[in-house]
């Protein structure tokens, strides 16, 4: 069965800085992988995704991932953190060969990002 | 244009009562998915309807879960016999479903069970 980790779950940072939320899965084969954000009492929005070809992956609100077989990870990065950017994020994997559109999400990482 | 809408958006129920959750998918979405979100357990899986083929039932915890589809469209999750750990926040998230495994689900603002 697929899994997700999100080891940590509360990042720190200042605004201005970069930032790195992990994400690393356990997957037989090439997965397809997402990120989604929460800001609180909503619904989940979507970052970005991995489906094939380049490894660095770009989305919205200036987020980019980068997809690591070797290491089985996909972390979440921003080259500058915004105050705005505060919220839940989870990393999910879609396993490809049979598992339909069903998505196997982490437990979340919380991030806050501080004047 | 409008996106997936779930009602009731807050649903307190005594336990032993049964609930029923709505979701309305984006037009267009021939997917349909049942999600549970639990305080400190990231979201679960429930079910999954794909067009008119039978759904994915493999994620609804005990028989007390059911869930429908009417018309392709609209979606039915059903509680029977509600219990604590029930309380949760449940979403609902609809795509396209073009190829397998690769679609950007579009997610629901929830609706927040509290089962006293």
């Known amino acids: 069965a697929q899994s997700v980790a999100q080891p940590e779950d509360q990042v720190n940072v200042a605004e201005g800085n970069p930032l790195t939320v992990k994400c690393t899965y356990s997957v037989s084969g090439n997965p397809y992988l997402f990120w989604y954000v929460q800001y609180p009492n909503r619904g989940l929005q979507f970052l970005l995704k991995?489906?094939?070809?380049?490894?660095l992956v770009k989305g919205s609100y200036g987020f980019e991932a980068e997809f690591n077989k070797s290491q089985t990870s996909f972390h979440l990065k921003k080259p500058s953190a915004l105050v705005s950017d505060s919220a839940l994020y989870f990393c999910a994997v879609n396993p490809r060969r049979g598992g339909g559109n069903k998505l196997t999400f982490g437990t979340g990482t919380q991030l806050k990002v501080e004047l | 244009g409008a996106g997936v809408s779930q009602s009731p958006s807050n649903k307190v129920t005594e336990k032993g009562k049964d609930v029923e959750l709505r979701c309305d998918p984006i037009?267009?979405?021939?997917?349909l998915y049942w999600y549970r979100q639990s305080l400190g357990q990231g979201l679960e899986f429930l079910i999954y309807f794909q067009g008119n083929s039978a759904p994915d039932k493999s994620g609804l915890p005990s028989d007390r879960f059911s869930a429908e589809r009417t018309g392709g469209s609209v979606s039915t999750l059903t509680i029977q016999r509600t219990q604590q750990e029930d309380s949760a926040v449940y979403l609902c998230?609809?795509?396209?479903?073009?190829?397998?495994?690769?679609?950007?689900?579009?997610f629901g603002p929830g609706t927040r069970l509290t089962v006293l």
């Open positions: 991995y489906i094939t070809g380049d490894n």
């Open positions: 037009s267009g979405h021939t997917a």
């Open positions: 998230a609809s795509s396209l479903s073009r190829l397998e495994g690769t679609d950007t689900q579009y």
